[in-house]
């Protein structure tokens, strides 16, 4: 089975606090997303990749960046982080043009 | 217009019941359609891909209406382990998700 792995399960951050959050997948798959997930709002798109050092804004890209080095690894950075970006943050990765995407099991991130 | 909606229910089903989940779309270009299961405090794990000519799993049913531009999941006999929230996802060059249909199946 594909595994995505999301380094933290719950964060807690202060507001201004540069914020990481790293995902990692084992089955070389081309494709990385970063979602966050709000009751009422569904998941939303931030960023996603299709190859190494190659990314895309999303829908909702302000306040945040990210990273892709090397193909198994996407990352998620909040230059400074606000309280408006607490939220559920969810990494999928896919094989380039395949069924679905596999998630992690996500990262609560909350912002004080 | 939502790019994806959905009802957000709850659908409350007694064991045993069919519920039927539909899910619209707004973009025509779209040609990739999925549905997801979500538990609580959980991420979401593909059900199934909906082909256009319909496909089934099991108790799972799901159909695919290009011209209208929706997409349905059909659960027969539904059991306690079936609750959950449902997503639904249409690409077109990315996934796109709806916010969800949660079912609740009680005895």
């Known amino acids: 089975d594909v595994k995505v792995t999301q380094s933290s399960r719950y964060l807690v951050k202060r507001t201004g606090e540069k914020v990481f959050l790293e995902c990692v997948q084992d089955?070389?798959?081309?494709?990385m997303f970063w979602y966050r997930q709000d009751p009422g709002l569904g998941l939303r798109l931030i960023y996603f990749?299709?190859?190494?050092?190659?990314?895309e804004k999303g829908d909702i890209p302000e306040g945040y960046s990210v990273s892709r080095e090397k193909k198994e690894r996407f990352s998620l950075i909040l230059e400074s982080a606000s309280t408006n970006q607490t939220s559920m943050y969810l990494c999928?990765?896919?094989?380039?043009?395949?069924?679905?995407?596999?998630f992690g099991s996500g990262t609560r991130l909350t912002v004080v | 217009r939502k790019e994806v909606e959905q009802d957000p229910g709850p659908f409350n089903v007694p064991e045993g019941a069919t519920v039927a989940f539909n899910c619209t779309y707004s973009?025509?270009?779209?040609?990739?359609f999925f549905w997801y299961r979500q538990d609580c405090r959980k991420e979401p794990k593909l059900l199934m891909s909906?082909?256009?000519s319909g496909n089934e799993d099991g108790r799972f049913t799901a159909q695919l209406n290009r011209a209208s531009q929706y997409i349905s999941l059909l659960i027969r006999d539904s059991k306690l382990s079936d609750s959950a929230t449902y997503l639904c996802?249409?690409?077109?060059?990315?996934?796109?998700f709806g916010t969800g249909t949660r079912l609740q199946v009680t005895l």
């Open positions: 999928a990765s896919s094989l380039a043009g395949a069924d679905g995407y596999t």
């Open positions: 089955m070389d798959h081309e494709n």
């Open positions: 990749s299709y190859d190494v050092k190659m990314k």
């Open positions: 973009n025509s270009a779209s040609q990739s």
């Open positions: 909906v082909y256009s």
């Open positions: 996802a249409v690409d077109a060059s990315k996934l796109t």
